[in-house]
Every structure is written in C-alpha cells, then in structure tokens.
C-alpha cells in the first residue's frame, strides 16, 4: 500500500480498513462511462477483497480495464475515511472463501436467513481482489462531533 497523503499512516489506515463497517465504493469504467459500486470488502494481504455473482456486469467492467477507484467512508459526521486507486483482478475460484469471509464480516446472527440465502447462491461466486492501492485518507474529527447513532465502527 502506497500512502499518497492526508492525516493517518499505514498503520491508522489498516486498522480503519479493518473495523469500518461500510461497504467499499468501487468505481469502475464501464461502456457508458464512470460507475460507482458499493460492495462488502474485506483487506487481507495488503489488498481489498469483494465478492460478487460471476454473471455482475462489473465483473465483465473489471476485466474489460482493471483501473479503480475506491472509497471507504461513513455518511454522517465526523466525516473520515480513505480514498484512492488500485487495479483490480477477478479471481473465480476463491468467490465462496471471500464470501464466507465477508458474511462473517458484516452479518450477525439476526440475519441469518440473508446469510444462508447468499451462500445458497454461492456457486457462481466471484471474488474480485483490489491491490497495488494508492490511499489518502482525511480525516474531519476534530472540528465536528459526531450524531449519535450513526457511527460507522463497531464498538470496542
């Protein structure tokens, strides 16, 4: 990981990347132009980690130019998060090991029934596997309080 600018280092990124319960925003080229995609991401080995359905049109994107773009940030205040660049490579055969992960990730028991239903599906899984990434993170804490309710990392 390449650290372009702002506020945090390596190892304030890292840790973002690994609490932060947001999807990443993966912006992709696409025939008409720009796309925004928000997915859930894991980073494991210096690299974001997605999953998708083999048949998503981004899979046929990514391919087609490996250049992204990419975001993890909250909506609501105090507005943090990273941004940057990375290239991205579909990798077929590691689509239900990323999609274990991510559902381990991001749902709990109360959504069981979504879990089970997404790992039904899993046999035209794709993981897609974001590295070479360019990051700059900002960071606006200390000038806004933030809304209760509405903080994007777990407690603890």
Not at 137 to 156: A, E, I, K, V, Y
């Amino acid at each position: 990981m390449d650290i372009a600018s702002g506020p945090w280092g390596r190892t304030r990124i890292e840790d973002w990347l690994a609490r932060a319960l947001v999807p990443v925003r993966l912006a992709v080229s696409s025939p008409r132009g720009p796309l925004a995609v928000s997915l859930w991401y894991l980073h494991h080995d210096g690299a974001l980690w997605c999953a998708t359905r083999g048949d998503a049109d981004i899979v046929g994107f990514v391919r087609a130019d490996p250049r992204v773009g990419f975001e993890v940030a909250g909506d609501a205040p105090p507005y943090r998060g990273i941004r940057g660049t990375g290239r991205a490579t579909v990798v077929a055969d590691q689509g239900r090991e990323v999609l274990d992960a991510l559902l381990a990730r991001y749902l709990d028991v109360r959504n069981a029934e979504l879990a089970d239903w997404l790992r039904e599906r899993a046999d035209d899984e794709v993981a897609i596997r974001i590295d070479d990434l360019r990051v700059s993170s900002w960071d606006f804490s200390s000038r806004m309080q933030p809304q209760p309710g509405m903080d994007l990392l777990p407690p603890g």
